[in-house]
C-alpha cells in the first residue's frame, strides 16, 4: 500500500557557512567534512567547499596546499561512478534535508544552517556582508508594501539621498557622530591616489539631509517636511556579524521629519512606533514591547527614543526591533533648520527621525524557526501555499497534475499566494522535506485517492496537522487555517516570550534571573551612573545586562519602592537583559 507519509534520506550538499556569530557558537572557523552527496550536486559541492577553504585560509593569513582541478576531477569521478551505479534511479528517494544542528541545543550552529539552507542568505567573501537571496527579499518587500502605504496616508513622501557624507558635514553634530565613530566606513582612495578628503559612507542619514532640510524650509508654510528614503547603510561592526541581526551592511527605511511644534512632533514618534508594532505582531507574528530607551541607550544627539523591543527565549537576549525618535531642536540648531512662524518671529523646527532594518528577518526566524527549518508566518511568507502531486504507480498521473494546476489557479484568484512542484526528478517525500526546510506555512497533497474523491489534503507547518478538504470548500478553508497558523504563531510565540519575563526587586533576584536567561522586568531608579554600574557588575562570558526599555504600560509601583541595583526610592519599571 502506498504510504505519502513515508520519508526518505538524502543529504544536503555542503554549504560554505562562516561561523561569526553571537549566538553561542564559537568564533573559530571550522570545515565540516563532505557528506555523501548525490550525483548531480558533487560537483558543484566540490567547488563550494574549495571555495570555502581559500576563503577561510585568506581570512586567517595561512595558505593552503590543495589542487582546486584536482579536487574537482576527484569530484568528477565520484559523481560519474555514482551516475553509473545509479542509472536506474532517475527519481530521489532521498528527503535527509533536515538540519545538522538542534535548535534547543546549538543555536548558533542550527540559525547559521537555516538561514544558508532555507535559503535566505548566502555568505559572501567580505566578512559580515551576505547575499540575501529572492526568499528573503519577498520577506522585506511585503513589508515594505504595507509600510510605504502606511506613511504615504501620513502625507510622507519617498526621497533618495547619496551614500556618501564629506567629513565636514559628518563631524557637525559631535555628540551625534561619536556614537557612530566607530562603525563608519571612510573611502580614501580612487584607484591609486589617495583622496585630498576622506569620504565617509552613510551609517545614517541626519547629517547628510539636515543641510538641505536649512536650505528648503524657510517660513511656517514649508512645514511639516516629511521625508523617507528606502536605502542601505553601512556600520562596519568589528564584532561576532550575525546574518540579519548585525551585519555590516543592511537594508532599512529611514524617515526624517521637521515640525513647526514640539507637539506634533511627538504625535508623529507614536504613531510611527505603532506601524513597527504591526509589522512585528501582525506582519512576523512576533511580540514586542512598546517603550521609552534610557537616557544612556537613546540615539545619539538625540531628545529622546522610543522602541519595540523583541526577546529570542532560546538566547534569552532581547533585540532592539525598530527605534522612532524624537531630536528635539539639537540638529536643528547645529544645522540652523530656522522658520518664520506665523506670528513674523524666528524659530527652530522640532524633527524626528524613525527606522526598521532587514534585522525583522532575522528576528522572525529566530523565534518560529524549529528543528526542520524556517516557520514562516503567511502574511509574509512569498509562497503561502505549495501544491505537490502524489502519482503512485497506475495512477492517473495527468489527471494529478491537472488538478494540482486547477488548484494553484483557483488558490491565487482569490489572493493566495499559491504554487505547484511538478519537479520529475523529485519524490514527493524529498519536496515535502525541502518545503518544509523553508517555512511554507501550507503544504497541499493531491494523490490518486485524492483524485478519486475530489479532495486535497493540507498539512500545515506550524504544528504538522492533516486535514482533508473538499474542493468544493477549498478557498474557504484554506483562507482559514492560513488565519490559524498566523494567529497560532503569535500566540505560540507570546507564551514562550511571557514565560521568559520575570520581576526582580533586589540585586540577588536580578543576577538569579539573569544567570537564567531570562527579561527581567525591575524597579528603577533611572539614574544613568546606576545603569552604567549594572554593566559593569554583570560582565562576563555572554555579556553585559543593560537596560531594554521602560514599557509604556508601566505596573503599579507601589509607594516607597526601592532600585532593584541601587537601593534608592524607584520612578519606574524597566525592563533588563542581555541583548543583541
Known sequence: MFDRAKSWSMPVPWSNQQKDSTLGSENETKVKPLSPLCPLSLRAAGRRYVSHLLTTATEKGKSVNLSLRRFIAMAGKGASTAAAKGKKKEVKKETGLGLSYKKDENFGEWYSEVVVNGEMIEYYDISGCYILRPWAMSIWEVMQTFFDAEIKKMKIKNCYFPLFVSSGVLQKEKDHIEGFAPEVAWVTKSGESELEM???????????????????????????????????????????????????????????????????????????????????????????????????????????????????????????????????????????????????????????????????????????????????????????????????????????????????????????????????????????????????????????????????RAVRRDNSTKHDIPMTDLVERVQDMLNQIQE?????????????????????????????????????????????????????????????????????????????????????WTYWGRSY
Open 488 to 572: 497560532s504563531l503569535f500566540d505560540a510565540a507570546k507564551q514562550k516570550r511571557d514565560a521568559c519575563i520575570q520581576r526582580a526587586h533586589t540585586w540577588e533576584e536580578f543576577a538569579e534571573a539573569l544567570s537564567q536567561k531570562k527579561m527581567i522586568l525591575a524597579p528603577w531608579c533611572d539614574e544613568e551612573e546606576v545603569e552604567k554600574d549594572v554593566k559593569t557588575r554583570t560582565k562576563g562570558d555572554m555579556g553585559a545586562a543593560k537596560s531594554l526599555c521602560s514599557p509604556f504600560d508601566q505596573p503599579e509601583l507601589p509607594e516607597g519602592t526601592l532600585c532593584f541595583a541601587s537601593g534608592k526610592p524607584a520612578k519606574k
Open 198 to 456: 576622506p569620504i565617509a559612507i552613510r551609517p545614517t542619514s541626519e547629517t547628510v539631509m539636515y543641510p538641505y532640510f536649512s536650505k528648503w524650509i524657510r517660513g511656517h508654510r514649508d512645514l511639516p517636511l516629511r521625508l523617507n528614503q528606502w536605502c542601505n547603510v553601512v556600520r562596519w561592526e568589528f564584532s561576532n556579524p550575525t546574518p540579519f541581526i548585525r551585519s555590516r551592511e543592511f537594508l532599512w527605511q529611514e524617515g526624517h521629519t521637521a515640525f513647526a511644534t514640539k507637539e506634533e512632533a511627538d504625535t508623529e514618534v507614536l504613531d510611527i512606533l505603532e506601524l513597527y508594532r504591526r509589522i512585528y505582531e501582525e506582519f512576523l507574528a512576533v511580540p514586542v514591547i512598546k517603550g521609552k530607551k534610557s537616557e544612556h541607550e537613546k540615539f545619539a544627539g538625540g531628545l529622546y527614543t522610543t522602541t519595540v523591543e523583541a526577546f529570542v527565549p532560546n538566547t534569552g537576549r532581547g533585540v532592539q526591533g525598530a527605534t522612532s525618535h524624537c531630536l528635539g531642536q539639537n540638529f536643528a540648531k547645529m544645522f540652523e533648520i530656522n522658520f518664520e512662524n506665523e506670528k513674523g518671529e524666528k524659530a527652530m523646527v522640532w524633527q524626528n527621525s524613525w527606522a526598521y532594518t532587514t534585522r525583522t528577518i532575522g528576528v522572525m526566524i529566530m523565534v518560529h524557526g524549529d528543528d526542520k527549518g524556517l516557520v514562516l508566518p503567511p502574511k509574509v511568507a512569498s509562497v503561502q501555499v505549495i501544491v505537490i502531486p502524489v502519482p503512485y504507480k497506475d495512477a492517473d498521473t495527468k489527471g494529478i497534475f491537472d488538478a494540482c494546476a486547477a488548484t494553484v489557479k483557483t488558490l491565487n484568484e482569490s489572493g493566495i499566494r499559491a504554487e505547484a512542484d511538478f519537479r520529475d526528478n523529485y519524490s514527493p517525500g524529498w519536496k515535502y522535506s525541502q518545503w518544509e526546510l523553508k517555512g511554507v506555512p501550507l503544504r497541499i497533497e493531491i494523490g490518486p485517492k485524492d483524485f478519486a474523491n475530489n479532495q486535497v
